[in-house]
């Protein structure tokens, strides 16, 4: 009867392991969009679902997105399936541009030659895809020509489909970014560890 316990334990709490990972797969990833020191997803969208400057500052109770509420729009870029994109009409000008392939999973954002970052603002990317929204805050120092972007932290539609919508550029008074947030192991990972015990006591209990 031990024994059967431990089985059924150890299985439990892979089982559990395995289904948080799946729930936690919509965490985002810096590396996604280079070069960004933070990033969140989920961000409620206004109408159409977009983020604009509304949704930038009033989220989080008013604290804003990464902490700052004094968030503006720069620049918004449509695209399209062809990997085409035009100045949206709530677009008061364009600081970068963007290439995209086919489908619109991923290509090349640059700033435009007139513009540079302030040493005195912060700067965060918007992407809208099928039904979300996620925002990177990004290292300036390091991000002054460009750089990659992918839509792998964009929810997928119920056919698979993730492609971006369109991007925003936002900015915000500030002197740097603030330190990213230490990231707790997430429960899914203590159930594993819990199952893996598990698994580590039955065979303790077989050799003996």
């Known amino acids: 009867m031990g024994m059967k316990s431990y089985v059924m334990g150890a299985a439990a709490g892979l089982a559990f392991a395995v289904a948080a990972s799946t729930a936690s797969a919509t965490i985002c990833n810096i590396g996604n969009f280079t ?29 804003g997105v990464f902490g700052y509420n004094e968030w503006s729009l720069l620049t918004k870029l449509e695209t399209n399936s ?25 290509g090349m ?9 302030a ?21 300036t120092a390091a991000s002054q020509e460009g750089g990659k972007w992918t839509n792998l932290d964009l929810f997928t539609d119920s056919e698979n489909n993730a492609g971006l919508s369109n991007i925003s550029l936002f900015s ?24 893996l015990g598990g698994l580590a006591a039955l065979r303790r209990r077989k050799r003996a």
């Open 119 to 139: 040493t005195n603002m912060v700067y965060a990317f918007v992407l809208k895809g099928s039904g979300s929204n996620v925002a990177y805050l990004l290292n």
């Open 172 to 195: 915000a008074k500030g002197d740097a970014p603030p330190p990213p947030p230490t990231i707790p192991l997430p429960a899914a990972g203590w159930l594993m560890i819990a199952g």
């Open 35 to 63: 070069t960004s020191t933070a990033c969140l997803a989920g961000i409620p969208g206004g109408t159409g679902g977009n983020v604009k400057t509304g949704q930038m500052n009033g989220f989080n109770a008013g604290a």
């Open 82 to 106: 062809s990997g085409g994109t035009s100045l949206d009409d709530d677009s008061p000008l364009a600081v970068f541009s963007l290439t995209s392939n086919p489908g619109n999973s991923g």
């Open 109 to 117: 954002w640059s700033l435009i030659d007139s513009f540079s970052f």
